[in-house]
């Protein structure tokens, strides 16, 4: 049961969205820019980033999630998410990706764990400013939402096909058009 009156039907952060719209708005159209608009990382690498610091804030709902958009939008995608949500610092990924999650592991931690050699590494492996820049603020969102979800206990489903059924539709319409239908 969550700590505010939500509609337990929507879970996580979509509750939460529908119990405060006039905040739901800048920070849905953030995460949709964010992970859904133009830029070298592909969607689901963005999901992937955004699944890892979730595993690491031990946000079940965010985890679970972001996990299941990314699968849905990365070639091999569930073996992928698994192993890198397991053990992050090996990850079955390009070594762009894998530094690139090694700064947002960094960030999860604090904004001050990011050093300047965790930057070099990055762009030594081929990750763009644009992609590092975009990398900080997606783990920086990501822990900013995991710990709004955690923090009022909002519900998450204890069932996969909820999470698949979430992916399917985020990749047909969107944050706003699965904020709106679930």
């Known amino acids: 049961m969550s700590h505010i ?8 952060i979509l509750g939460l969205f529908a119990y405060r719209p006039e905040t739901a ?3 849905g159209e953030l995460v949709e820019f964010l992970m859904r608009g133009p830029n070298s990382l592909s969607q689901g690498e963005r999901e992937l980033i ?3 610091v979730s595993r690491g804030n031990d946000c079940a709902f ?11 939008q990365l070639e ?16 079955p990924v390009s070594p762009r990706v894998q530094s690139l999650l090694t700064i947002a592991l960094a960030v999860r931690e604090s904004g001050k764990s990011v050093t300047d050699e965790l930057v070099s590494a990055a762009r030594a492996a081929g990750a763009t400013e644009l992609e590092i820049h975009d990398t900080v603020l ?13 923090g009022l206990d909002t519900v998450a489903p204890d069932a996969p096909e909820w999470y698949s059924g979430a992916a399917e539709m985020l990749v047909q ?3 706003a058009g699965l904020a709106g239908a679930r």
């Open 5 to 12: 009156t939500v509609d337990d039907d929507k879970p996580g």
């Open 25 to 27: 708005k800048p920070l």
């Open 50 to 52: 955004g699944a890892v």
């Open 62 to 72: 965010c985890a679970e999630a972001h996990g299941a958009f990314a699968a849905a």
């Open 76 to 91: 091999d995608g569930p073996r992928i998410v698994t192993q890198t949500q397991k053990d992050p610092h090996n990850a």
């Open 138 to 150: 997606i783990a920086a969102m990501f822990s900013l939402f995991t710990r709004y979800v955690d």
């Open 173 to 175: 319409v969107g944050y």
